[in-house]
């Protein structure tokens, strides 16, 4: 009869535990395929690069990403993606420091050498991405790291001037006269890029710090910020659905 009783209280004991246990459901560890977007309201150039390339660039835009993944709602995952990244226009390249020339007595006279200025320049091409969590909360906060890396075509136009010093010599006085001579063109928005580009192809990738939230079966959304070469975004949110997830 006590045995009997006691069975019956660990019975009851175990349905609110079984109960919380079927409404959280088992873990998923099935890998699935799924799509993903990705927009990056902001990017900008990394400068700390301007002295290994010798030049003095301010270049700032968007990106926005759209591809296909494989991976746990619980877990990371991989993808590859189309991206397409713009380049504000008025993004300023100098290719040269100024050069100047002193005159006695008189204020120095300085030539910016060959700048550019982008028109509607933009990349397109392919990007390779893994997510990598190293932490869990409450299983449906992830806390890791993306790491990336593709190629992209450098599309569009840019404004080159070329401003050089100039020694003229006045025909009536002889006395020799210092100028600034420039002259505008429109170029492939490729140029502006110099020795980063091979062939008008352009590697990107990077890294970056990033938070994941399960919102709803198979629906993740990340928030992530770091470097992404050749530039940086401390922004970029990414937006996934796994198909056949619970």
Not at 93 to 107: D, I, N, T, V
Request: proline fraction near 4%; glycine fraction near 10%.
């Amino acid at each position: 009869m006590k045995f009997a009783r006691a069975s019956v209280v660990i019975a009851l004991l175990s349905v609110p535990a079984a109960a919380q246990a079927q409404a959280q459901g088992p873990e998923d560890h099935t890998s699935h395929w799924g799509i993903a977007g990705s927009v990056t309201p902001q990017w900008e150039f990394l400068h700390f690069l301007e002295d290994s390339i010798d030049q003095i660039i301010d270049m700032t835009g968007n990106e926005r990403r759209v591809g296909i993944v494989r991976g746990r709602q619980l877990g990371g995952e991989w993808g590859v993606s189309y991206v397409t990244r713009r380049v504000d226009d008025d993004s300023t390249f100098l290719q040269e420091k100024p050069k100047c020339l002193a005159r006695a007595g008189e204020l120095d006279v300085c030539a910016g050498g060959n700048s550019y200025r982008t028109r509607g320049a933009f990349m397109n091409g392919v990007q390779f991405h893994r997510f990598f969590p190293v932490a869990t909360i409450a299983r449906r906060v992830q806390v890791g790291a993306v790491v990336s890396g593709g190629v992209v075509r450098i599309r569009g136009t840019a404004e080159e001037t070329q401003e050089h010093l100039q020694i003229t010599v006045n025909p009536a006085t002889g006395a020799p006269r210092l100028s600034i001579r420039s002259e505008t063109t429109s170029v492939e928005a490729r140029e502006v890029f110099g020795q980063m580009v091979v062939a008008e192809y352009l590697p990107i990738g990077g890294v970056e710090a990033a938070v994941a939230v399960l919102v709803a079966p198979g629906v993740k959304l990340r928030v992530s910020g770091g470097a992404a070469f050749p530039g940086f975004h401390r922004v970029a949110i990414t937006a996934q659905y796994l198909f056949g997830t619970r």
